[in-house]
């Protein structure tokens, strides 16, 4: 079975910092674009950011200079490293990948299961 499989969610105060991670399994011949997204409830699912397979990103404009997404293609994992953590970052997020699997050759666009990061005091 292809999957992601995400963990790192939590609750964590003001200012604090938290690292998602996203792990890829199964037999997979390549990840091409990879992002993070997170949704709250009553509003839709929103990129929060993005990384190709060379490395270039794309962030929403909201967590410039907070979040830091990079990947580990050896390891077929991707992470989101968050600081100054606002209230307003509270939701769950969800990585995604677009892959090509093996058995026979296909695309496809995988989701993780969601991880949920609560900003509270």
């Known amino acids: 079975q292809v999957q992601l499989v995400e963990s790192g969610g939590g609750v964590v105060q003001p200012g604090g910092s938290l690292r998602l991670s996203c792990a890829a399994s199964?037999?997979?011949?390549?990840?091409?674009?990879t992002g993070w997204y997170r949704q709250v409830p009553g509003k839709e699912r929103e990129l929060v950011a993005s990384?190709?397979?060379?490395?270039?990103?794309n962030y929403a404009d909201s967590v410039k200079g907070r979040f830091t997404i990079s990947r580990d293609n050896a390891k077929n994992t991707m992470y989101l490293q968050m600081h100054n953590l606002k209230p307003e970052d509270t939701a769950v997020y969800y990585c995604?990948?677009?892959?090509?699997?093996?058995?026979?050759?296909?695309?496809?666009?995988?989701w993780g299961q969601g991880t949920l990061v609560t900003v509270s005091s």
């Open positions: 995604n990948a677009d892959v090509v699997v093996f058995g026979p050759a296909r695309n496809l666009e995988l």
């Open positions: 990384i190709t397979s060379g490395g270039s990103t």
């Open positions: 199964g037999s997979i011949f390549s990840i091409r674009a």
